[in-house]
Structures are given as structure tokens and as C-alpha cells.
């Protein structure tokens, strides 16, 4: 008889013992009873029965669900560090480096899938022949190109536009076990027109060819615009010739079609794709593709690290500062800290790269643990975009613009340029309120005003989702005469159309955008020069190429230069550097003009006169002589309820715990419990316990030794309460 450890999918910071009759490899998926119910598990070791008490009571396991492991020794490894590091429960860590299928205890093995492909007469017919039936036609393009799953087709072109295909016998039904070739990607493999780098591109170019095999992380700053991604292109071409896999994480909405077309380009090979949008069958077979070593490049979003290879080479974090590499919810992990303890374990390098990096990566960078190359100049001759504060103190309005910022509007689009329009809030404007007593219309939930949203018309909180009737008078003294506050993208984009008559608009943000195609046609339609003005949200500023844009307008940021989250700062540094780079990319120079109130601001002042860069060195200083991250560590504690006291009284009962002396280590900083950023969400009160320490391993060790007692708590039972590792996020 033999003791299995075992990783059970069950929200505790525990391992499972099962019994059975031989022993197990690493990494299998076993189905266990659990209670009353058979849950998938994995396989991380086995006990020797000395140290297991009430040995009798060992329950057998129902069985085994694989030959091989499914999870790879390194990726052990790696769930093993996540657990440990992220004090998570190791079943719940497990399942959520699975795709969905092998959650479930499917086979891990491909077996038969449902393909669409083209029929021999929608071979011979000529695509024209669907113009007037746009998706049908998108749909029959793709499969030009070859075969699709039939779920996701349907998923991606509509199931109507698949079935008329079919109806019309243009396209056929094909069920097929896919058959994966180890490197099969090489035979295809070309190497397609390659840009000669410039100097600062050829030396990072260099030095990662000499980091083959070999543990390097190196940062890759280089302002936007710079040619980051053609050192991407031309520092992998190496290692995909001498069968090393890349994986390439990208943030949340920047993984567009242009990005991954940019690949396949170049290589002319196939990209594995991984996002949250796609279907589960969809991921599986990306999953297997890689790990069968058929795939040479996966491009992919944060849980994209998970994916097993056959022999990885490389790990590129495109944008490495975005917000979207982090979970902010169950398993809290960092991406890109993942990425550095798999680069680690497989001894290949890690690039990240970001025109506005991170001040953890950049600190790691100055002080020498990160190799720093550094990209200072446009790529292709292109001008860096000139940045201007506009002072917008006794201006008049239209809309949210002044006139000073109007005037300059004008100048681009009538010399036939496009115009970037920022603004930070979606909808009409983000409050409604009494002309009369001044009472504003308040989400009950969240205690915050609802956003107007005219198009709907209906408010709704931006907070909960929540939604409810266009009030018609005042609930506190019933005036009729309601008004809105402030400016959103939808209102922006109404008064633009007033003030613009002759120039076309687009708004994009996430009400307009629902989908990644309706985002890539716009792009594409903004790109063929449809529009001279876009009035948008933060989506706007994620590594998008705009050729013809030549001003961009940031409407209002003055809120950000208040907040009380100390990152703010940095978070609009990189937002208003990123939103500078989509204009002037291409021939024509661009210039940035930001609208604010507080135009001596100082952080204002240095990032418009001496660029993110120098905003960044100094902000480290900031945060050293103010001991914040990434000089100390941090750990934050949250706990909301419904009732306000009783998540504060659990967070005090922790505080105690977390305070308590252990021998030989100097306990850390707890602050708190403090209301969060905000305070209620959807009806629950919100606290946080903010634990501070020089060095990160006394940290957790305080936490590891009182995590068993909070979770004894009872009151711990009554209110939802989570562990946030390194912390990004004080909302
Ligand atoms: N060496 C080069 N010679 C000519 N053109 C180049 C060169 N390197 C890059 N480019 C072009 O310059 C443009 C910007 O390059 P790229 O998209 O790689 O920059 P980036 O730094 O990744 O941009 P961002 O971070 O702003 O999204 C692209 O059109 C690219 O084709
Ligand atoms: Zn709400």
C-alpha cells in the first residue's frame, strides 16, 4: 500500500493523503471522494505512513486518471513556489494552471474534434461572391488559410454565418483526432523581410543572442515607438531555428490581431493564441499544440505562463508595467514573477520589455540584477512626440474642453490628421445630480455615484455593474430638475460631432467594443483614415500603431494627482507616456497636450519636461527615503462583510495573530484595519490590515506561522476575507 499526497480543488491550505496500490507519478490527475463528492486532483508526492496519523482512515482513491503527468516536473515546481509563495491552497493553484477540460478529468490526450474546412466547391469559388454577408465572408477567408474547430468558428463568426456556409455547401464538417509533428512549425518556417536595426536595437539584438540557455533577465526599455518589438522578432529568430520555444505574454487588451499577424509575418508560422475569450476547447488545443512541441511561438494573456512546451527557450512580457499581469482575485499571482521563477527553473533568458516600466523591474534593472538595455530613439526616423500642460484654470468649456485645447484640435484635423481625444471615464458623465438641493444620485450598494449612460438611458455603477431607470425627480426633494456632473466618453463624443461637423468620429471604449473583432475593425478602419477624431478610454493607449494620429488630447487626469494610493503616480506617468506615444509614429511629428487644473503640479512638470524616464528614477528615490515597495515588502489582508464590524473585528483578531512575537525575527509593520479605497462594493464593507516589512522572508514567515490561526477564526467564517501577496491594487 502506498500513501498519495494529493492536491485536492478544495479552497484549503492543505495537501490530501489517499491510499493505493502502487505508487503515482508527479503531476497525474487522480479522482478522489472528497465528503460527499469525487473531485479531480493532482498527484504532488507520497507520505511515508510514519507520519501519518489515524492511518486507518486513509480513504483509497477512485482512480487514476493518467499514464503521464500532466503537469511537467518544472511546472511542479512552479505550482509548488505559487503555493508557498502566494500562501494559496495548492488544489485550487493546481486547476488553475489546467485548461477547463483537464479540471474536469478529460482526457489530457487529444482525441477527436469537430474541424470546419473549406469543401472542394468553396475551394473553387471566389470570395466576392459573400461581400454583402460581412461575417460569412470573414469566416470563409479564415478557412482560406485552413482548418478551424468548429466551436470557435461558430463562437468568432456567429453559428448562423457557419450554418449558411454550410447550408451553401461552401464549407464542410470534418471530424479528426489532430495529429501534432515535434517542431513540425520548422518545415514552414521563413524568414520574412527583416528591417536592419538601428545601433541601440543591434546591441540589444547582441546581447540576447549570447543569453542562449542561460538564466538572464533583462530589461528591455525602450520609448514607445523605439522598435521593441522588432528586437522581439529578431532576438527569437535564433532560437526557433534551433527548435526553442518562445512564449510571449502580452496584456489583457493589447493582444490584437495586428500583434500576432506581426508574428506570423515574419515567421510565416502558425502563433498559438491564449486569451480568456476563447472557448475551452480552443485553449486545450493550444495547450497540447505547445506542449507537443508543434507550436514555436504562444502569444498570450496573463495565465498564458502555465502553458507547458516541449522545450522552452525564451519567455518575452511585452508591456511588463501593465496592471492586467497581476490576478486581483483568488490566486493573486504576478505574472510576470512567475515568469522570472520559470525562467529560472527552465535556465532560458526572460525579456521584459515596456517603454514605461514597472519601478520594481527598473530598480532591479539600476542595481545590476537585470540587464538594462535601453532603446532612447524613435525607430524608422520617427520624431519623439512633443508634451504640453494646458492650463486649464478660467478657460471656457465646451463638452469638458477648453478653448485653448479646441483651437489646437482644429490645426490637426484640418491639415488632415487624426486626433486622439482621451478621456478617463466611459458613459455620458460619471454623476447625476439635483439642480435644485444638490443631492446626487447614489448607488446604494457601493455608496458612489452612478455613471449616466444616454445612450442606454439608464445610470449604472461602475463599481457593481449595477443599473437601474433614468431617475425623473429628486428623491430627496422631488425637484424635477435633475443634471449631470462632469464628462464622459459618450458626451465628448456628442459635442465633438457638434463642434467637428465636417470630421468623422469614433468612440472606443468598452461600451463600443464588445468583442476583440469589433476592437480590430475599428483599428483597422481608423488606420485606412475613416475617422480624424477618437475620443476613447484607456484601451487607447495600449501599444496601438496609429500612423496618422498626430495630437493626442488628455482631457482631465487631475484626480489621479490626488489619490491616496501610492502608486498612483506611477500609474499616470505610465498612462499619460503610453497615450504621448500614439501620436506622431510614423512620417509626421506628433505633439501631446495635457488639459489640467494643476499645471505647476510638479509631477506634471517633470514628466512633460523630462519624460517618463527621469520621472521614474526619481520616483524610486521617493519611495526609498518613504520605505515603500520595492524597498520593503508588503502583504495586505482584506475582509468585507455586510456588516462593517464584523470585517473589522476579524482584521483585528488577525492583527493580533501577525503581531505575535517569533523567536530570532523581527516582527513586521501592521497597519490597520483601514477602510479599502472602496470602502463598500455591492452592500459589503471593506477593510484591509497593511503588513510591512524590510525583508520579504520574516514577512511571510509571520504570515505562514498566523495564517492556521486567523483561519481558526470563527468569525473568519462570516466574512469574505483574502491574502494579497505584493499588492497592486489598494481599491
Ligand atoms: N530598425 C528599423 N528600421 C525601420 N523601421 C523600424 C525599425 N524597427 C522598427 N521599425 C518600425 O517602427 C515602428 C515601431 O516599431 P515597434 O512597433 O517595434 O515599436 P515598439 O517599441 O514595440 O512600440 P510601442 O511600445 O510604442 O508599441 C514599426 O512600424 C516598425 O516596423
Ligand atoms: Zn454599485
Redesign the pocket.
Known sequence: MTFIQVAVPVPLRQLFTYQHTRSLNSGVRVEVPFGPRTLVGVVVGTQDPADIDNIDKIKPLNRVIDNEPVIAPVLLKMAHWLWQYYHHAPGEVMHAMLPVPLRKGEAATPSAQRYLQLSDEGRQTDSDTLTRAPKQHACFMALKHGQLLAVEARKQYSPSAVKSLLQKALIEEVDQVPEFTPFGYLAQMQIGQT????KE?AVAIAALNQQHNKFVISLLE?V???????VYLQAIAPLLEAKQQVLILVPEIGLTPQTVARFEKRFSIPVGVLHSQLTDAARLLVWQRARAGELGIVIGTRSAIFTPFKHLGMIIVD?EHDESFKQQDGLRYHARDLAAMRAKEHRIPLLLGS?TPALESLNNALTGRYTHLQ?TRR??G?QSTQQHLLDARDQPFHYGITEGLLTIMRQHVNAGNQVLVFVNRRGFAPAMLCHHCGETVMCKRCDKPYTVHKAQNRLQCHHCAGTRAMPRQCEACHSHELVTAGTGTEQVEQGLARLFPDAKQVRIDSDTVRGKDKLHNTLDAINRQEYQILVGTQILSK?H?FPHVTLVAVLDCDGALFSADFRAAEKLAQLVTQLA?RAG?ASKPGEMWLQTHNPHHPLLQDLVNNGYSHFARHALLERKAAALPPFISQIIIRAEATDSALAFGFLQQCKTQLLMPIDNIEGPSVGGPFPCLMEKRQGRYRFMLVCNHAKRGPLHATLRRALPYMQALPEGAKVRWSVDIDPTDFS
Do not use: M, N, Y
Open positions: 528591417p536592419v536595426p538601428d536595437q525602450g514607445t515607438g523605439s522598435g521593441k518589438t522588432e508591456e517603454a532603446l525607430a524608422g520617427a501599444g500603431h506615444g509614429r
